[in-house]
């Protein structure tokens, strides 16, 4: 928390106390990861909601961070205290994919500078480099979609604009620079803030839902039949065999409903509680 807040002098304080650098959190980012985050003025826009409770106090924390800064020195600050530069989150993406990523040139320097792997892959094996001319693309469609009624290109002319924009984009040419390689590119439709679930944290995907539901329907609808079963034996060891897969089956519902209840808070209570405790709210 004190690194995505960029409070360097409790970040000092913590260190010298013995605080672990390369802790990482269950999606597997480590301190300079959310160092980067702060740099990002919609990320820093987007966790508002986080922190509503604590803004209609009068902590004006969000509201405050909410402009383009550079926190390089807490970066540096980490990485010469050992904060590990090549550590891979649960995509597989690297602190040089995250600062990429948020399109922060003066991050992706320092990274490299300080020996952060210029084409490690992640999960959709994409390099830096890949995801940097994703976006140039994605800023192209943008701008074509934008005065789709004033421009009208040809398609040689259109293709020679996204070589140049390629050309004159200097993230791409530092990444470049430093033998930045294509490895496997794909389509970048993500706003900011859904790259935090693509690319940071994570996100049940509508599929897994689907399949929880089901198998917990299942699981409900076994637990009455059983019920009613039970209800009309007479055999004593047969009763005793349903009642205790009765009592299995409503075991395995309550655990499914308290996980979903605490994945559903997971994210909003462990941020308000860290806070709170900080503030002595």
């Not at 020996?115 to 890949?130: K, V």
Request: glycine share 6%; proline share 1%; with cysteine.
């Amino acid at each position: 928390m004190a690194s995505f807040f960029n409070y360097k002098e409790i970040v000092q304080v913590l260190i010298s106390h013995g605080a672990n650098i390369n802790i990482a959190d269950v999606y597997g980012n480590n301190v300079i990861n959310y160092a980067l985050l702060y740099n990002n003025k919609e990320v820093m826009d987007g966790t508002s909601y986080f922190f509503k409770d604590l803004i209609a106090k009068g902590y004006n924390l969000v509201n405050s961070l909410a402009s383009e800064n550079n926190n390089n020195d807490l970066i540096e600050l980490l990485i010469t205290n050992g904060a590990n530069v090549n550590v891979q989150n649960i995509h597989g993406n690297t602190t040089l994919h995250i600062a990429v990523t948020l399109s922060n040139i003066e991050s992706t320097e320092l990274l490299i500078s300080h020996g952060a792997s210029i084409n490690s892959i992640n999960i959709h094996e994409q390099t830096p480099l890949d995801i940097a001319m994703m976006r140039v693309m994605k800023e192209y469609k943008d701008f074509l979609k934008l005065h789709e009624n004033e421009i009208k290109f040809s398609r040689g002319y259109s293709d020679g604009y996204v070589d140049t924009s390629m050309e004159e984009n200097d993230l791409v040419n530092l990444l470049k620079l430093h033998g930045g390689k294509i490895n496997s590119q794909g389509e970048f439709n993500f706003d900011t803030i859904s790259i935090m679930n693509e690319f940071f944290w994570t996100k049940v995907s509508i599929n897994a839902i689907h399949y929880l539901w089901y198998a917990l329907a299942g699981i409900i609808i076994g637990a009455i039949l059983l019920g009613i079963l039970y209800r009309k034996l007479t055999n004593p060891c047969s009763s005793i065999f349903v009642k205790t897969l009765f009592w299995i089956f409503c075991g395995i519902i309550f655990y499914v409903f308290v996980q979903f209840c605490m994945y559903c808070w997971n994210v909003r209570a462990f941020i308000l509680r860290m806070l709170r405790s900080y503030f002595c709210i």
